[in-house]
């Protein structure tokens, strides 16, 4: 029996979700009003960080299991703001503070300065409809 590999890791569903938030947040930057799109932006950040700081485990596991204990703690400090921002920006968004969300997508933004997307990417629009998802969890 072959060796089963898994091409879709969490360590690649966290890169495609980082580069889709740091699109996202470009995106509700250029938004001048608070809108439907604007809703749609900010609810997909939220989804996506809460997404990412799901994965935070399921990556420092196999670590954990080798006894890498000091990496594994320092990966999940280094990416512990993701739950944390995503739970602001959520709280803010239900409460249609847009300040609050604003300073929340800034913080994000800055995280993830380091990530670039190419202009020819692939990701489109995944925002699309991410309000009523939000609004359904």
Known sequence: MSRI?????VGKERTRLT???VLAVRQLALQTEPGAEARDL??????????IAATIDESVAAWEKRGYWV??????????WAGQVAGRMRSALLADDWAAVA?????????????????GH????????AWQALRKH
Not at 5 to 9: L, M, P, Y
Not at 42 to 51: D, H, K, Q, R, T
Not at 122 to 129: C, E, M
């Open 42 to 51: 900010a609810a997909f950040i939220v989804l996506a960080l809460e997404a």
């Open 71 to 80: 990496k594994a703690d320092k990966f999940r400090l280094e990416w512990d």
């Open 103 to 119: 300073a929340a997508a800034s913080q994000a933004a800055g995280r993830l300065s380091r990530i670039t997307v190419p202009p």
């Open 5 to 9: 590999i898994n091409a879709d890791s």
């Open 122 to 129: 692939r990701l489109g629009t995944p925002w699309v409809g």
């Open 19 to 21: 580069k889709a938030v």
